[in-house]
């Protein structure tokens, strides 16, 4: 073989090719070997069947190679052959493995010339051959043929690209020899991925199809279009001699013949043919395996370590064990707990930075939507004093009242309490839904056991619904308790004569039946109730389209500044009159927009009636909208008498209109009370009924619910996926450690040459030289004579003794840039076991 104490490398690779194969792409390994790379009809098949000595591979005009083939020759007594999709049938006639090649390539590309890029693995066992794992790929096409698609010349480069490309697999780049070796398809993809050349080797073929008069010395000398390693040059057989089944050993003697006896080659007979190229072969695979070896052993050791733990629990679980079993109950049901009450509580423990947790979400219901919905009733103010209206004028009846009535007061009072049913019965509502939603995704971690999950969602649920129920009754106990005595003589209640004092000092500054936003404590400019980032977007293109600017609202302004470092002011917008509707989301938007606009029908922003404000999620929009109605910016209300009744807010009786005010100035202060109340009350009700009651159930009542069902046998059956993956993960585990069992045996010691250095390679390129005709003997050139290839004893039987006079690939430096793929990147291979 080709390198002493390394003879076991190859057959090492196939190994773990062989161990790690039944666990898929998950324990996937680049291992070395050799992709053969050329155009159609260039000879590539039958170098490898030369390797071989036996016609296996499918011919024909044409693309006949349209799956990836991975051929492993290794040296053994006996002689035959074996692929993977049928391990248990060895091939002892050769003409069988060709018609088995044919059916599985049809089997996926059809019978029209299609390709596909899932290999086909055949492995030769063989006293003829040395140790090679070599991959021979489709031919470079141009022109699509029958049913093939018309960028096939881009898929076979792809297909091509998915091996060339990774750093431990050697190129074979086989070109004819009647054509121009500048313009060699397979040196140029050789080139892209390779371009210091420290994994191509060139092989010539077709030297005895050449025009008479010319040869191929400068280029076997690798002095006209130098490669770092240089090539190497093969006869074939023609296709008349495959045609009249000529013998391959016969070819192998003929070629020996040609090389000897040819004027421009005997000089280095010894250094061409198809022995001398296996014998390099060997030798370059052997030490790239030795190089990456301690890659391979890396990466096997850090998968094992990632997988140790999971495994071993699998190893200890044994599905008949009912102690096992009750043992895994307990401790799946305190995960959960523990797990629920992280996502509730919070924990400094894997914190998530992507989205907010259910206990954050909780808490911007308890703070942001439940006050949102509150002062979304409080905004109403001309329903409020429509209803006013109505209560004193029904309560006066035929009569005409001197006074303001306490009835009417108080008629008001319990119908703004009662309701305030709807906001509290909805807040209940999306906190029982953030608590479901909470437990479905802790029930998940369960999946391995479905009756288990299915059980455990089923009683949690129902003791979320149970809370609810109670929420609700507590709920309408709360408003039931404000509902039967309404206290005039709270502290924070202004009474009736500093309402009719603050009636007066209004009537005085505020013209009657203006509105405005009545009602609002005015706040200190100086207060920021919210930041953030908000776009523009009903500014017209010729004036700069829409833009994103930084906004600062407070209790007076809204201002925007170009960005959030706040030095270059925009614009400050009064909240004076200002109200904000909601804009419908267009198809092709991604943005959730709302508006601002002046109740008198005045420009808000510049010559704009409204300014339209984009927000990137429902979740900023709704937030944006309660800092809005904290600042006293109320939405539009549109709002319809149904009896027809005429708008009351403009009195013919101003002593109506005194009562009218001064009892709204009431409601407003005793409304005040409750929503301060209720907005206290409130997240204490749930955060105690429903929350922590749920909480406390998880933890101490589960697990006692689950064991009265009184079918522990079946709860913690596996579920079909489980038992694929717990497989799963123990044969890979045995892999590894079969593959890290197989590496620890080998001894890497061996004796190499220095690489070649560097040659220059400009000269493939896609134009870097004019055409020219067959390369000729008697061409001079201008370029630098590269040193020629490493020189190997000439041996003309494949089992001729090993050398120590090899080639070595150096180690690839984790530090050079990975090669370009040009034109695309190639889709995965699909795993076919």
Partial sequence: MGNRGMEELIPLVNQLQDALSSVGHTCSLDLPQIAVVGGQSAGKSSVLENFVGRDFLPRGSGIVTRRPLILQLLSADAEYGEFLHCKEKKFTDFDEIQQEIEAETHRLTGSNKG??????????????????????????????????PSDIEYQIRDMIMQFICKEHCLILAVTPANMDLANSDALKLAKDVDPQ????????????LMDAGTDARVILENKLLPLRRGYIGVVNRSQKDIDGKKDIKAALLAEQKFFLSHPAYRHMADRMGTPYLQRVLNQQLTNHIRDTLPAVRSLLQDQLL????????????????LARRTKTLLQLVQRLSVDFEKLIEGTGDDVETVSLSAGARINRIFHERFPYELIKMESDEKKLRREINYAIRNIHGVRTGLFTPNMAFEAIVKKQISRLKGPCFKFVDMVGQELTSTVY?????????????????????????????????????????QLAYVNTKHEDFIGFTNAQRTNNQNNQKTAPGSTGNQGVIPLSSLIVIRKGWLTISNIGIMKG??????????????????????????????????????????????????????????????????????????????????????????????????????????????QLERQVETIRSLVES??????????????????HLMVNSVKEFISSELLAQLYALGEGATLMDESAVQQQHRQEVLSKHAALKEALAVIGQISTSTSTTPLPPPVDSSWIQPSSLPPQKSVTSNRPTGRGQAPPAPRLPSHTAPSAPPSTDGIHLPTIQPHRPPPSVPRRNPPPIPNVK
């Fill in 197 to 208: 050349g420290l994994r191509t080797i060139g092989v010539i073929t077709k030297l005895d």
């Fill in 545 to 654: 389209g829409a833009k994103e600017y930084w906004f600062i609202l407070t209790a007076e302004s809204l201002c925007w500044y170009k960005d959030d470092e706040e030095k270059e002011k925009k614009y400050m917008l009064s909240l004076d009159n200002l109200q904000l509707r909601d804009v419908e989301k267009s198809f092709m938007s991604s943005k959730f927009i709302f508006s601002l606009f002046n109740t008198e029908l005045r420009n808000v922003y510049k010559d704009y009636k409204s300014l339209d404000l984009a927000c990137n999620s429902q979740e900023e929009l709704e937030s944006w909208k309660a800092s809005l109605l904290q600042a006293g910016v109320y939405p539009e209300r549109v709002t319809v008498d149904a009896e027809g009744n005429g708008s009351p807010e403009y009195f013919s009786d101003p």
């Fill in 306 to 321: 990632a997988l140790n733990k999971e495994a071993e629990e699998y190893r200890q679980f044994n599905p008949e064990d």
């Fill in 115 to 148: 390709i596909s890029p899932v290999p086909i693995h055949l492995r030769i066992h063989s006293p003829h051959v040395l140790n090679l794992t070599l991959v021979d790929l489709p031919g470079i096409t141009k022109v699509p043929v029958g049913d093939q």
């Fill in 441 to 481: 995704q802790c029930i998940n971690k369960l999946s391995s056991f479905p009756k288990l999950r299915d059980e455990t969602e089923r009683i949690v649920t129902t003791e979320i619904r149970q809370q609810e129920s109670r929420c609700r009754d507590q709920v309408l106990l709360l408003i039931d308790i």
């Fill in 670 to 687: 005793y409304m005040s009370i409750i929503y301060k109340t209720i907005k206290d009350l409130m997240p204490k009700t749930i955060m």
